[in-house]
């Protein structure tokens, strides 16, 4: 039998650890959510039975799960990939460590086990935005946008000045909590600021969310990059889809802007703001948090 198990044989055991595992001082209850480099998790704390969120490093084209858990590289040739975004992981989980803030996920441990690394978070109760887009289950209006987006500029202010950008603000990384508190998830994509111009990092793209300037090397990133991906998950919220894609906007913008396209059913200061925020050229979008929360309090 193979050292390893076979995902088509295996499906359960291959994506993601089971009920009732226990790693360092928590045991793994369910699968929450997984992606292509990592699978997270609901779990409990041994020693209060407190449940927490548990991320984990699996990037699933480099490595595999073996029958005692531990994660090995594929290859030799995918060991140096597996080894460089394993440490990026801890990393980003150190940073997460220090970033305080109510509408942004908290990091409460992070420890290395079986051959790769765990990252702890408080877990919070709620919907993620794309989610309630699809399924319409709270209306949309004016009082909705302006509670849960000021709110998240808020955390994503705590980020900036921190020198972080997110750089995966989308909809499904948003949770809202009740009373539309809103959370900012999954900090994969983060990086420093000003980020360097050889940076190594894997690039992170989400169509109709991600600006231009992050599927090149030749555009600066900076807080202007976050903003566009707000905007657009502002104005997904007004159109119930993504919009479209930035690169396909810079070829020849189709988008009707938003002050048009829902005249009729948000004011215009508010329509005015989303437009501005997902302007398609990074010199043409507000520079800070904080010239955005003015638009959308109308104070431009």
Known sequence: MSEYYDPETYPQAWNYLQTGTIIDQYM??????????????LARQLEDQV?????????????????????????????TLYLRGRALFFEEAKVLANLKHHNIVEVINFFKANETVYMVMTYDYGLTLDKIL????IPM??????????????????????????????PANILIRAQHDPL???????????????????????????????????????????????????????????????????????????VKAHKTKYPEYLLKAIDWAMAVQPEDRPKSVAELQQALNGEN
Request: aromatic residues 10%; charged residues 25%.
């Open 28 to 41: 793994i209850e369910r699968e929450l959510a997984h992606g292509g480099f990592s699978s997270v998790y």
């Open 51 to 79: 449940q927490v969120a548990i991320k984990e490093y699996l990037p699933r084209k480099l490595a595999h799960r073996t029958w005692n858990n531990v994660v090995t590289p594929n290859s030799d040739e995918s060991k």
């Open 134 to 137: 699809l399924k319409k289950i």
């Open 141 to 170: 209006n004016e009082s909705f946008l302006l509670k849960v987006f000021n709110d998240l500029l808020n955390g994503i202010a705590e980020i900036h000045r921190q020198n972080f950008l997110h750089l995966d603000i989308k």
């Open 184 to 258: 900012l998830l999954d900090f994969g994509a983060i990086q420093s600021f000003p980020v360097a111009k050889n940076s190594n990092r894997t690039k992170v793209l989400t169509k109709g969310f991600s600006p231009v300037e992050q599927y090149t090397n030749q555009t600066r990133l900076g807080p202007w990059s976050d903003i566009y991906a707000v905007g657009a998950s502002m104005r997904a919220c007004l159109d119930y889809k993504p919009p479209v894609p930035a690169p396909i906007r810079e070829q020849e913008d189709t988008l009707i802007p938003a």
